[in-house]
């Protein structure tokens, strides 16, 4: 993500403590961000285990329980929620997550970032996605989650905690192994095996850089001028997926072995309990979906990473991932 201000940082002249609750592709991604930017980061999960990363602690807690939560977020000024869970646990456990970590930040009187999804709009009809577009989702994960967006903002309304959320759509990037265009995708077009597409693959799809999405949560973490609201994060115009398949023949010299998975079955990494989750969600693949987030980028002064430049990062990511599997 490139900015177009001088140093949107500088007034930053003490070290503040910054809480990421995930170690997932988005909470790393996000703890080297704020590393960069100056701030002292505790990156959480269950286990506090995982490659060193320089200037973050990383700490044990399962934020699903109170005293976990109170533990994981003691002393910090802003955090982050970036946790996720097995797709089919999602509905049961995301709400624990949430009331935990809602009454923890309250509780210590640090401001909340919440990491989110498209899900509450449900089907769009192909419309452009923008922040003032209505909630209408019907699927159980889409309605669990406008259910939390909708505590989170009413925390916020009430006074009881400072609560903003940056929503993102699939996510594409160094470290992104489960997404559409993740797993499924780079290391068979590295390889020439059979790389997968989802459902129509000629509509436009959003997909936002993981170190966007990293670099937008900082913003935000930085702005409390920007809580109490929903924020689409930074990402790139959509094109249609055979669109990026082209783009990554051009990158790699070659024609791509291309499937595409019409209905949602089991597949490579998505095995036959995440599909029988996932079905409800498939609609994202059989009508365009176009996020809009001009009004983080005016209002912030910044500017999404490129298409071109994302698949260049990722090729290369996962050149080196393969590498490392032999």
Known sequence: MTTSTSDPHAQHTHRTQHTVLGSGPAGTALARELVRRGHSVRLVDRKGDGPDLDGVERFAADVGTVEGARAAVKGAEVVYHCVNVAYHLQVEVMPRIQEAVLGAVEAEGARLVVLDTLYPYGET???VMTEDSPWKTTSRKGRMRAELDEKYLAAHREGRARVVLGRSADFVGPGVLNSTLGATVFPAALTGGEVLGFGDIDLPHSYTNIEDVAAALATLGEHPEGDGRVWHLPTSPAVSTRAIHTMIEERIGRP???GVLAEPRPVGPF????MAEYAEMFYQHTEPQIMDSSAFEQTFGVAP?????TLDATLAWYGE???QQR
């Open 256 to 258: 791509l072995n291309v």
């Open 125 to 127: 009809g192909g419309a």
């Open 271 to 274: 095995d036959e309990q995440f």
């Open 305 to 309: 990473t490129p298409l071109g430049a």
């Open 321 to 323: 991932w393969l590498a």
